[in-house]
C-alpha cells in the first residue's frame, strides 16, 4: 500500500521581499533602503566598478593624446625657430605662439610623458627668455 503524506516546499520570495535571520518570516525592503544582497548586487557592484575604471582608463589616455598633440606643436614651434634663428630673422608671432603653447599646456596622465612636456616646456621658456634680452 502507498501512503500519501505532507509534501513541504521552500517558501516563494518576492521582489523586495527577504528572509529574516531566524527563518520564521519574511520582511519588506521599504523604498529608502537596498534591498539587493548576494550575488546581483555583487554583480552589480563589480559592473559599476569596471565601467569606472574603463572611464578613468579613456580619460587618462585622452589627457595624454591632448598632451602628445601639444608637445609636438611646442616642438614644432622649436623647429620653426630654429630654421628662422638659421635665416637670420626672428619673427616676434614665432615668440608669443611658443609663450601661448607653454601657458596652455595640458596635464598628461602618464608619468613619462609628462616629464618630457615638461622639459620641452622649460626649452621653450629658455629661448623665450634668451630673446628677451
Known sequence: MVSVGR???PP????GARRVAGGSGFAVSTPGTSGATGPAATSAT????MLMLQQQVEDGATRD???RK???????GLAA???ELLDGDVDPGTLERLGALTEHCPEAADPGLRATLGAVSLRVQV???RRAM
Do not use: F, N
Open 12 to 15: 516563494i520570495q518576492t521582489a
Open 70 to 76: 601639444h608637445g609636438k606643436a611646442m616642438l614644432e
Open 7 to 9: 509534501v513541504s516546499s
Open 81 to 83: 625657430l630654429q630654421r
Open 65 to 67: 593624446r591632448q598632451a
Open 127 to 129: 629661448e623665450i627668455a
Open 46 to 49: 563589480s559592473m559599476d566598478g
